[in-house]
């Protein structure tokens, strides 16, 4: 057990639809990233966010969004969703105390018909 | 900008046997170097990391690794290998000195366990 929760951990919707998707980091960790692993893409980056503020952007679709809370608990939205967004929605922690190890959670999985 | 290669798709071996999966990578400086593990339908394990210092790494699982600077390399190893361990392994490499950076992935290597 990593100590990063996510939930859900299946979600099945509809095209067009929008979807949030959370992620609670390890306790004391301040960052927060979001991943997305797909059979054709593989893991890719999406977005990182750091005590609240985002840090850093990867192939994120404007489509999606994502926000850190006080807490440091994130979410990752997503809208108008389509086929080719299903897929294994990952969320990572790291402490940023010189330890850039990053910890995953056990994903989402979201799957769009 | 930032690679990871994995050259092997898809590796067998046989219980018992040794294992080695390779992983190189494409940057100007030493990046921090990871191996993951995700079993199916499972998220991703550290099972070891490099930031600096001895270039052979051991990790958790009885895993091994060898940073390897002239070759670009960060190899996995492992001297006798377990059914358990059948899985998808990832390489990843992250950006020293810009504090907590993301991760680039190679695009795994699938490993399957014989009797």
């Known amino acids: 057990d990593s100590g990063v929760t996510q939930t859900p951990k299946h979600l099945i919707t509809a095209t067009g639809q929008r979807v949030t998707l959370r992620c609670s980091p390890r306790?004391?960790?301040?960052?927060v990233y979001w991943y997305q692993q797909s059979l054709d893409q593989g893991l890719q980056f999406l977005i990182q966010?750091?005590?609240?503020?985002?840090?850093a952007k990867g192939n994120i679709l404007e489509r999606f969004s994502a926000q850190q809370f006080p807490d440091l608990h994130s979410e990752l939205n997503l809208s108008s969703l389509e086929l080719g967004d299903s897929a294994l929605y990952f969320c990572?922690?790291?402490?940023?105390?010189?330890?850039?190890?990053?910890?995953f959670g056990p994903g989402t999985r979201l799957l769009v018909l | 900008a930032q690679s990871v290669t994995q050259p092997d798709i898809h590796i067998t071996v046989s219980e018992g046997a040794s294992l080695e999966l390779r992983c190189n990578y494409s940057y100007g400086a030493t990046p921090y170097l990871f191996w993951y593990v995700q079993s199916p339908g499972q998220g991703l394990q550290l099972l070891l990391k490099?930031?600096?210092?001895?270039?052979l790494v051991q990790g958790i699982k009885g895993f091994e690794a060898e940073f390897k600077r002239s070759q670009s390399s960060f190899n996995l190893r492992k001297p006798s290998v377990h059914w358990s361990d059948a899985a998808e392994y990832f390489c990843a490499v992250g950006l020293r000195n810009s504090g907590n950076t993301p991760l680039v992935f190679g695009k795994g290597t699938r490993l399957s366990v014989i009797a």
């Open positions: 990572a922690s790291s402490s940023n105390r010189g330890d850039e190890t990053q910890y």
């Open positions: 966010y750091y005590n609240g503020e985002e840090r």
């Open positions: 306790s004391g960790d301040l960052s």
């Open positions: 490099y930031f600096s210092g001895d270039t």
